[in-house]
Structures are given as C-alpha cells and as structure tokens.
C-alpha cells in the first residue's frame, strides 16, 4: 500500500492545513499521527503546541526522515489496526490525507476513537464541484488537483464527499466537533463556508464519540 | 585486497590495537558463582571528549568479539566484524563518537573464558568456566565504562544477541544510556529457537573429540560437531529466499553423482562456513553463548511482563528488524517496541526490506545504513557533539 507518496509529494502544499490542525490541538497534548509521512505535523506540532507522541508511517524512505526530525516514528502498516495502543491512549489521533487510502476506513475511525479522545482527519473532497463536472460532463473519472492520479494507479481507494463523512459519522455514533474546508492552497472563503461540499476541495474535521 | 589501498580508505578506522584490561575485583554472576579475577580485551575507535560525553559501546553477537573495525595488521584479508558501520563519515561515526567494543566474558578472543588458565587449577577453564548470562555481560560491560571514566553512554548499540545486551543495559544502568539501538533482537527466544541452540550444542557435546569439555588436555578439538552446529546455524542466519538466489540448486561437477559427497553448491558452502569456524572459534565458548541466548528473559523478573520490565527505562531507543530474518523475525521486535510504547517511552521502529536473512543487521544495506545514520545524527545533536 502507498498512502504517503500522496502525502509526500504535496508536504510544502499541506503546510497551511498543518497551521489550521495545529490551531486545533490543546498545547501540552498527546498526539498519534497516522500515516506521517517525513514527520512535518508532527515536528511542527512539537515546537508550536509541545506535545508528545508517535508518528505511524508505512513507507520506509520516510522513516529516517521522521527520525532526522526528530520524529519519534513507528514502521508499520496502518491497515493492520492500532492494536500496539492501548484505550484513551492519546488526546489527539490525526489522520491527513490518508483515510481514502486504506482498505477499511470505517474500522480505522473506529480505532482511532479507542486510542483517542477526539480524531482529526482531512481527505480530499470528491464532490467537489470539478470532480463532478469530470463524471457529469466528460463521463471520466475525476483528475485535479488534489487527485492527480489515474484511477487505475492512484492510491486513493475510498474516496468521499463531505456528505458521505458526515453520514458515517453519524451512522457510527461520531459527534463532528469542527469542520473547515479549503482549496488547494488551503485557503478558505465565504462562499466556501455556504456550499462546502461544491466549493471545498480538502475537508478538515475534528471528532469525537458521543458518549 | 592490497593492503594499503584499503587501510589508507578515508572512511576506515585503519590499524588497531586491542587493550587488555585486568580486574581483580571480584565480579558476582547470575549462577551463584563468582569471578575473583577477569580480563576483557576491548578495542576503542575515535577520542573520549573533555566531558566524556560521546561514547557508544558496541555489543557482539555469539561468535563476534571486540575486533569490531579496522584491521590487525597491514595483512588481514577483512576488516572488523561491523565496519560498514563504524568510521569516519559511517554511522558511528569515529569523527564525533568514541567508540568501544568489548569481548564477553566467556569468549575465546582474549577476555576470561574456558580457554583462559584457571588461576585454582593451572588448567584451562574448559567446562568448568560459570556459565555467563547477558546481566553478568552488562555488570563486567559497566566495569569498563568505570575505567573508561564514562559515566554514561551516549548510545550502547547491538544486533541479535548484542541488542539483547543493549536491552538489558537500559533495564539494569538507566542512568548510565541515553539511547539504545536494538538491532534484529527479540526480548527473549522462542522455542524454536532453543531448539536449535540445543541441536547445535547436541552437535558439539556428542562429538568423541569433545571429552566432556577437557579436550585441550587431548590436545584435540570437536571439530565434526563445532562445525555442525555452525551449519545448522548458518542455516537460521540466512533466508530461504537468498539461499535460493545464491546457491539454488546447483550442482557442483554438473551432474547427481549418487553418492553422499558434497553434490549441491549449497552443501559445499556450508562445509565451508563451517570448517572457517573451527579454526577461530572455541566449541565451549559456543555452548556458553548459546545459553546466555536460551536464558535470556528480562521480563522473567518482572512477573514476565515485558512492560514492566521496561518500566524504569529512560533511554530514547531505535528497534530495527529485517523482513527476511526468521530467527528474530520483525514480530519479535514489535514486541520490544509495544512493551516501550506501552510506557510511553521514546522509540523509533524500523522494518527494513532485506532477503539477507538474520545477518542483514551487518550488510550495508541503503535503507538500514540511512536510518542508523539518522538516528545517530540524533544522538550526536542531543548530546552536544
């Protein structure tokens, strides 16, 4: 499985999503990252929040990086579960660009919630507006700019839209605690804020269980 | 290899002189019986700094010794056992790093095993020689360090049985490591594993030439049985994979003979493997290792609970398996890196992609060599070097 040559490739792109999950989190906490890629969040949420924790990352040409960074990494494959990890392990289980592609989604928000307080996650939005135009209009799968592969060769497996997040958030009992979306660049707009699931391109969330 | 050429290499420590360290204080072991008096043949590599701040000690595996890097002589045909890794410019790099390699006791390279002279009998040790466990190698390691004058390591570093020292040392000295690299180790043997230190040891101990151990009084060695039992060992250090790369099923002379000499390449070879180790290695100094492995268990103390075992550990640590290696294959290693996990501990995991068996842990390999080296670096800027 290749999750992160997805994150890899656009690390320099993600940095502003990086800023808003950084915003998110508690200084002090305890943070996992699923599928960390070279340690970026996880080296910036260190020296801007001081939290502690582990990056969990499965390609093997970033896991001296994460190191390097002084990234505290752990090789291994995240759709063997989290079973390494103990209940309520950790405060914060981040997930960036990484959820659409594992083979079981629904189970990993699932684990993420058992070894975590609250998760946060952000995916590519496929309902977005040009994703809809490819399938409406040209009958083709979709390619843009936060899906630049073919179906054929791209990584991403389970891909969604907002909607479609929110729906099996609820049908699993998952309370969405914040949500932002944003462009390419990661910037956001008003329109943005009224038509999220047309006009967002990357979607962020943070969530917990409901008790 | 010519010579010069190679020694002059700029990444090479170049020649080295082991050192011979003498304690008459004597030394309490595991099995209830006591050293009075040890020697421990070391070599180092690299300079001590003022703060005596930047010393790793590298621990051996079961039939390493301190000869670690470098070359003896201007004549010796290879180079210490790990020195694709330690040098100028390597990961433990010799620029920034002092670094130490110790025989254990036990051995037969120059520290007090069954070869030395019992100083009670006039004889050598032979059979007799207490049996040594890895606790007692880490006590005698720490000995050292007490001469050396550090106080603390900046990193001990060991593959198989050498990350089983390693371990230890992080749960015996926590004060005395700041960062333990456990390489290709488990947290204890399997009984698969036992069973083949035990066909090994059978080998040697079944062999007429082996005289219940006294056979250097007869002036002989069991050289059948050593040599079996380090075929069979060969055999564990590789993979099925590289053997079939390697050797396949090549005949020597091209041909089935019909007959019991060696046919297959891959017979020939581990006839050879083992004949090379009859010649440097002692068959009571190989007993003697295969059960410091068959007995080592530090969660046994702790109610075997591995967790807590690593409770008090404050070392920040680098666990790396090898996906080829049956012997301690990756899952063994995951059980270390969960029990560290488990306490929150600092750790890093590495799998690397390697078909070169258990021994994959002394190759170059690139991704194996990057992460050592990154680690290293990390070692290096956290302690100020």
Sequence with gaps: MVISADTGSSQTALRPDLDIISQWITPGSRVLDLGCGDGTLLAHLWDTRQVSGYGLEIDSGNIAKCIRAGVNVIQTDLDAGLSDFDEASFDYVVMTQTLQAVYYPARLLDEMLRVGREGIVTFPNFGHWRCRMHVALRGRMPVSRTLPEEWYNTPNIHLCTLRDFEALCAKKGIRILQRTVVDYAHHSNFAMSLLPNLLGEIALYRFQRIK | ?385
């Excluded at chain 2, 049985?225 to 396949?248: P, V």
């Excluded at chain 2, 009859?278 to 702790?302: C, G, I, Q, W």
């Excluded at chain 2, 080829?324 to 290693?333: E, I, Q, Y």
């Design chain 2, 1 to 385: 290899m010519t010579e010069l050429t190679e020694l002059l290499l700029a990444d090479s420590v170049g020649l080295v002189t082991p050192q011979i360290l003498r304690f008459d204080d004597p030394l309490p072991l595991d099995c209830g019986r006591t050293l009075a008096s040890y020697d421990l043949i070391y070599e180092t590599y690299g300079e001590l700094n003022a703060a005596r701040s930047n010393a790793v000690l590298i621990c051996h595996a079961l039939s390493g010794d301190h000869h670690a890097a470098g070359y003896h002589s201007a004549k010796d045909r290879k180079p210490g056992w790990w020195d694709s890794c330690i040098g100028p410019g390597k990961p433990f790099d010799t620029r920034h790093f002092f670094v130490v390699s110790v025989n254990n006791l036990g051995g037969c390279k120059g520290s007090t095993g069954p070869t030395t002279i019992n100083p009670a009998t006039g004889q050598p040790y032979g059979p007799d020689f207490p049996i040594v466990t890895v606790k007692d190698w880490v006590r005698s390691q720490a000995r050292l360090a007490d001469h050396l004058g550090v106080k603390q390591w900046a990193a001990v570093i060991g593959g198989s049985l050498g990350g089983m020292q390693v371990l230890q040392w992080s749960i015996d000295y926590p004060a005395r490591i700041r960062h333990a690299l456990v390489i290709a180790a488990a947290p204890k043997l399997s009984a698969q594993n036992i069973a083949f230190n035990e066909v090994a040891r059978q080998a040697i101990m079944s062999d007429p030439d082996f005289h219940a151990g006294h056979y250097y009084a007869h002036d002989v060695i069991p050289r059948r049985g050593l040599m079996l039992a380090r075929m069979l060992g060969h055999i564990t250090y590789l993979s099925d994979d590289l053997m079939r790369a390697k050797f396949g099923r090549e005949l020597r002379e091209g041909k089935l003979n019909f007959g019991f000499d060696v046919e297959f390449q891959v017979e020939s070879y581990l006839r050879y493997q083992g004949r090379a180790f009859v010649e440097r290695f002692d068959a009571n100094t190989y007993l003697l290792m295969t059960k410091a492995l068959d007995y080592f268990d530090p969660a046994s103390d702790y109610g075997h609970d591995l967790s807590a075992a690593l409770q008090g550990v404050t070392a920040s640590f680098l666990v790396v398996a090898f996906t080829g290696d049956w012997r301690f294959a990756p899952a063994r290693s995951r059980e270390i890196v969960r029990a560290l996990l488990d306490g929150d501990k600092d750790v890093s995991y590495a799998e690397i992609e390697a078909n070169e068996g258990h021994d994959a842990f002394l190759m170059p390999i690139p991704r194996y060599m990057e992460v050592l080296d990154a680690f290293m670096r990390r070692v290096a800027a956290e302690g100020g070097l």
